[in-house]
């Protein structure tokens, strides 16, 4: 059969958060495409396929990123000593205004699809700008990746700089449309996802026509939600008949109640947000570096998560400046031990088992059956090679596990496969 192969190594993967099964010196089978699973010793049937032996590394699903600004890429990093606002103004707005050049978004798109290959990601939802022809481009460099990628134009009409907002929201439904019928359907890896920027960049009647269109064309949304108190306060001023932040995309049934949808930050979001995102399956994106670095506050991952939500990791390029989920797995954990500080202790710290979930099969549950290795889950898997981190004892595998998720990079990352592909 196609793309049916074995790998072999100390397997590490979470069904549920509170643990993660480790089977060393184990043997993962891919049939088609799809794990067929994880044994201890390689069952007779098997014995044919080809066998990759990985030894000593540690093979765990390939991670999700929920959330990410590919035309933020390049200025990752700089910065960072400045609020939200600020940060928009100095870095953001300037630099995504500059993907009107196509050369320039050439050049910057492959630094940016160069890194993601490379890295533990095999899943990502990613912003691009309000220009369609770099966001084709950015979609063909990312094809070929091999990542599975959802990309998404941005619409964005109102309260923006002038060098860097659209006409109107016809002109943006006209650029969108344009930009769907050529895209859609058009890929092997990559496919679009509506992105209105956020509330108080799109106006009633812009988010009104992104309704439309979802339901025309059935496309999941992105966008961000309840990030930065100041923020939340404007959302109140342009919406004063919306309850609550969330119901300005629910009304025009961008909340996930005509198709997937992710929302970003989360970080304020009261109880009748949150009741609404579990009633329609709403992902929300936890992004904890994005969450220190803006100092937007610290999203309450641990409530969403005893709630039941839907919830993954985002790197949020580049208000965070790391391109690593294993990284926004280590500051998941940390950002938890400060929200249980400072805001409220009876929101007991992520461990590291559960912010290993939401960065595998938790963000990997928007894609489908992705970020696990029980059966029938994509062949999505990374080989992580701990040899550059020494220690002086003889550590077993969840240690090791553990310190890659807190010591490693992209270095560690030794081989990747998406849907059974071998990318390197
Ligand atoms: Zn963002």
Same mark, same amino acid.
């Given at each position: 059969?196609?793309?049916?192969?074995?790998?072999?190594?100390?397997?590490?993967?979470?069904?549920?958060?509170?643990?993660?099964?480790?089977?060393?010196?184990?043997?993962?089978?891919?049939?088609?495409?799809?794990?067929?699973?994880?044994?201890?010793?390689?069952?007779?049937?098997?014995?044919?396929?080809?066998?990759?032996?990985?030894?000593?590394?540690?093979?765990?699903?390939?991670?999700?990123?929920?959330?990410?600004?590919?035309?933020?890429?390049?200025?990752?990093?700089?910065?960072?000593?400045?609020?939200?606002?600020?940060?928009?103004?100095?870095?953001?707005? /300037?630099?995504?205004?500059?993907?009107?050049?196509?050369?320039?978004?050439?050049?910057?798109?492959?630094?940016?699809?160069?890194?993601?290959?490379?890295?533990?990601?095999?899943?990502?939802?990613?912003?691009?700008?309000?220009?369609?022809?770099?966001?084709?481009?950015?979609?063909?460099?990312?094809?070929?990746?091999?990542?599975?990628?959802?990309?998404?134009?941005?619409?964005?009409?109102?309260?923006?700089?002038?060098?860097?907002?659209?006409?109107?929201?016809?002109?943006?439904?006209?650029?969108?449309?344009?930009?769907?019928?050529?895209?859609?359907?058009?890929?092997?890896?990559?496919? /679009?996802?509506?992105?209105?920027?956020?509330?108080?960049?799109?106006?009633?009647?812009?988010?009104?026509?992104?309704?439309?269109?979802?339901?025309?064309?059935?496309? /999941?949304?992105?966008?961000?939600?309840?990030?930065?108190?100041?923020?939340?306060?404007?959302?109140?001023?342009?919406?004063?008949?919306?309850?609550?932040?969330?119901?300005?995309?629910?009304?025009?049934?961008?909340?996930?109640?005509?198709?997937?949808?992710?929302?970003?930050?989360?970080?304020?979001?009261?109880?009748?947000?949150?009741?609404?995102?579990?009633?329609?399956?709403?992902?929300?994106?936890?992004?904890?570096?994005?969450?220190?670095?803006?100092?937007?506050?610290?999203?309450?991952?641990?409530?969403?998560?005893?709630?039941?939500?839907?919830?993954?990791?985002?790197?949020?390029?580049?208000?965070?400046?790391?391109?690593?989920?294993?990284?926004?797995?280590?500051?998941?954990?940390?950002?938890?031990?400060?929200?249980?500080?400072?805001?409220?202790?009876?929101?007991?710290?992520?461990?590291?088992?559960?912010?290993?979930?939401?960065?595998?099969?938790?963000?990997?549950?928007?894609?489908?059956?992705?970020?696990?290795?029980?059966?029938?889950?994509?062949?999505?898997?990374?080989?992580?090679?701990?040899?550059?981190?020494?220690? /002086?004892?003889?550590?077993?595998?969840?240690?090791?596990?553990?310190?890659?998720?807190?010591?490693?990079?992209?270095?560690?990352?030794?081989?990747?496969?998406?849907?059974?592909?071998?990318?390197?």
């Amino acid at each position: 059969m196609e793309k049916s192969f074995v790998v072999r190594g100390h397997i590490c993967y979470s069904p549920v958060p509170e643990k993660i099964e480790i089977v060393e010196n184990g043997y993962l089978v891919c049939e088609d495409q799809r794990v067929a699973g994880v044994f201890e010793t390689l069952p007779e049937q098997y014995a044919a396929l080809p066998l990759t032996d990985y030894g000593d590394r540690l093979i765990i699903p390939g991670l999700s990123d929920l959330h990410l600004h590919a035309p933020q890429y390049a200025f990752r990093s700089l910065g960072m000593d400045m609020e939200l606002m600020e940060w928009l103004n100095t870095h953001t707005f /300037p630099e995504e205004s500059k993907y009107a050049d196509l050369d320039y978004a050439a050049r910057a798109y492959e630094i940016f699809a160069n890194d993601l290959k490379h890295s533990a990601t095999t899943r990502a939802a990613v912003f691009a700008t309000l220009h369609v022809p770099a966001t084709k481009l950015l979609m063909d460099l990312l094809e070929q990746t091999q990542v599975k990628a959802f990309v998404g134009k941005v619409n964005m009409d109102r309260n923006c700089p002038d060098f860097l907002c659209e006409k109107d929201s016809a002109t943006s439904e006209m650029d969108t449309r344009r930009w769907i019928e050529e895209t859609m359907g058009a890929y092997k890896n990559i496919q /679009p996802i509506l992105t209105p920027r956020f509330t108080p960049a799109c106006s009633d009647d812009l988010m009104e026509r992104i309704g439309r269109l979802q339901k025309e064309y059935h496309l /999941p949304v992105q966008s961000h939600l309840s990030e930065n108190p100041g923020e939340i306060a404007f959302v109140g001023e342009l919406c004063p008949d919306a309850g609550f932040y969330g119901e300005t995309y629910d009304r025009y049934g961008l909340f996930g109640a005509n198709g997937p949808s992710i929302m970003a930050h989360c970080v304020y979001s009261g109880d009748a947000e949150v009741e609404l995102m579990k009633k329609r399956g709403v992902f929300v994106a936890h992004c904890p570096q994005s969450n220190l670095n803006l100092a937007s506050g610290i999203a309450p991952a641990r409530k969403y998560m005893d709630r039941g939500l839907n919830m993954g990791l985002g790197t949020d390029i580049a208000g965070g400046y790391s391109l690593s989920i294993l990284r926004a797995m280590a500051d998941a954990v940390g950002m938890s031990k400060m929200y249980w500080r400072l805001v409220d202790e009876s929101c007991r710290p992520l461990s590291v088992s559960e912010s290993f979930y939401l960065g595998t099969k938790g963000g990997g549950a928007f894609f489908g059956k992705c970020g696990s290795f029980e059966e029938g889950y994509a062949a999505d898997l990374v080989v992580l090679d701990d040899a550059s981190l020494p220690h /002086p004892q003889a550590l077993d595998v969840e240690k090791r596990l553990e310190r890659v998720i807190f010591l490693g990079d992209e270095r560690n990352v030794f081989a990747k496969y998406v849907e059974g592909d071998r990318v390197f």
